[in-house]
């Protein structure tokens, strides 16, 4: 399904999981084309503003995130991109998402955009928040290891100009 112009993609934590990184995993039909896949390593190759083009008054985006050989396991609370231009640090632990009746769906981690190096960063305005899917899910499972994410500019883009 394409959506019309106009359409906000504003989806609950439990949204996301359910109605699409549950059915990208299991290779089921997605509700709606809205969020783009990407391997891991790519994503964690170049900063934030380089992943995507933004259109006026966008603050996040999303991407389906799937394993390669070039990138940490997600025991790893700091990912490096590129050739140590900056990183992305875990912001504290994974948050569990659970359904109406209780049960843990998945984990939700945030993650914020740091330049520079280690010893010179700074923190910036860029965030993102990682949603994977219990190990449960993934038992007998044999496809890639899908996880999705929600990136997020901050309030230093409000006073950008759309024209």
């Known amino acids: 399904m394409e959506v019309s112009v106009g359409y906000q993609f504003v989806p609950t ?21 809205m969020i783009q896949e990407i391997a891991a390593s790519k994503l964690f190759e170049k900063p934030p503003k380089s992943l995507v083009t933004w259109s006026c ?10 394993d390669d050989e070039n990138i940490p396991s997600e025991s ?14 875990s912001g504290g ?13 998945a984990f939700k981690k945030h993650l914020i955009y740091f330049s ?4 010179e960063a700074k923190k910036t305005h860029w965030k993102m928040e990682l949603y994977r899917l ?13 996880e999705l994410g929600r990136m997020r500019r901050g ?3 409000s006073t950008t100009s759309c024209f």
């Open 13 to 33: 934590d439990e949204e996301l999981v359910l109605d699409y990184l549950f059915n990208k995993a299991f290779g089921k039909p997605l509700p709606a084309k």
């Open 57 to 66: 008054g966008e603050k996040e985006c999303y991407f389906f995130i799937h």
């Open 76 to 89: 790893e609370i700091i990912r490096i991109v590129g050739n140590g231009i900056g990183f992305w640090k």
């Open 93 to 105: 632990e994974e948050k569990p998402i659970s359904d109406v009746k209780g049960f843990v769906l």
């Open 116 to 119: 520079g190096s280690f010893s």
């Open 134 to 146: 219990t190990t449960e899910f993934y038992t007998n499972f044999k496809g890639k290891n899908w």
């Open 155 to 157: 309030m230093d883009y």
